[in-house]
């Protein structure tokens, strides 16, 4: 049978394409935006924390979505290192005292990789205990999206920098142990708006390059996705692994008593490492 058709069938018959439909893993897109930064997303104990990165002639890293929505005193390490070190300081080397679980700093830059993610790797590269899983196992994982560097210059970077994957580049071995999780534009497949049902054709192509990411053994995030309660359920159906979301406490919520786990499954264990 062709597998298109196959796999049309699959989900025409209630199946998903993943036995991840028990995990909803929360992702907080455009973190800065929300009125707590860092704090709103952790206190909700989410997967993933965003934050778009530009660097500055003066090597500020500073956040924000566009170069107009620039403030001086909102740097990367202001927003988001200072208040992540200092939770790591008194949980005693975790991210939250009664958990074991780590979370995921996503790292967008805006500016070029060359000139960007060597002032991150600096600034996260001081505090190991927080930010490399070689001295502490419960460390923050700094994955880096957006303009990232080529795959074949993955090695430039130390060991606890990974990267976001893209659907439409093909890795090596080696490189896609660099890769923690893959990232795609949902309206790359489809234009639904999150009101009433996908369409079969539009389950076909998400499915398809789902399932293609889970045979790498990574995770899967889109961005651009419609964000409500009838777009969670559909994308967590179809077994999208990171749910992207401007909506924190909602989604949190929507999740809390419908699934198992609404937070990072991870403990003490490598994020690139394979798909459970």
């Known amino acids: 049978m062709d597998k298109r058709l196959y796999l049309l069938l699959w989900l025409m018959m ?7 439909v028990d995990r909803a893993l929360v992702h907080s897109h455009n973190d800065y935006e929300q ?15 965003e934050a778009d990165v530009f660097a500055m002639e003066d090597g500020r ?9 620039l403030i001086d005193n909102r740097t990367l390490e202001q927003l988001y290192i200072t208040p992540i070190v200092n939770s790591f300081e008194a949980n005693g080397g975790r991210a939250w005292h009664d958990s074991d679980h780590r979370f995921v700093l996503l ?8 000139s960007t993610l060597p002032g991150i790797v600096q600034l996260v590269g001081a505090y190991p205990a927080v930010f490399d899983s070689r001295v502490n ?11 990232t560097p080529p795959p074949s210059a993955f090695d430039d970077y130390p060991p606890f920098i990974l990267f ?13 142990d660099r890769i923690a999780f893959f990232s795609a534009n949902f309206r790359d497949f489809s234009p639904w708006a999150g009101e009433g049902l996908l369409s079969s054709v539009d389950k076909e192509r998400l499915a398809e390059v789902i399932q293609t990411v889970h045979n790498k053994g990574k995770r899967i995030r889109f961005w651009a996705t419609p ?16 749910i992207n979301t401007d909506r924190i406490d909602a989604c949190v919520d929507y ?9 990072s499954p991870f403990k003490s264990v490598l994020l690139g490492g394979p798909y459970e």
Do not use: M
């Open 107 to 114: 790292i967008d830059l805006k500016t070029p990789a060359a």
């Open 255 to 263: 999740f809390n008593g419908r699934v198992n786990v609404c937070t």
């Open 61 to 69: 890293l500073l956040v924000g979505h566009d170069r107009s929505d």
């Open 137 to 147: 196992p419960l460390a923050v994982q700094v994955v880096i999206s957006g303009d």
């Open 227 to 242: 964000d409500g309660e009838n777009s969670w359920e559909a994308l967590h159906a179809l077994g999208v692994d990171i």
């Open 14 to 20: 209630g199946h998903t394409v993943t036995a991840q």
């Open 164 to 176: 976001d994957g893209r659907v439409t580049t093909d890795y090596s071995p080696a490189q896609l």
């Open 35 to 49: 009125e707590a930064p860092f704090y709103s997303a952790y206190a909700r104990k989410v997967f993933s924390i």
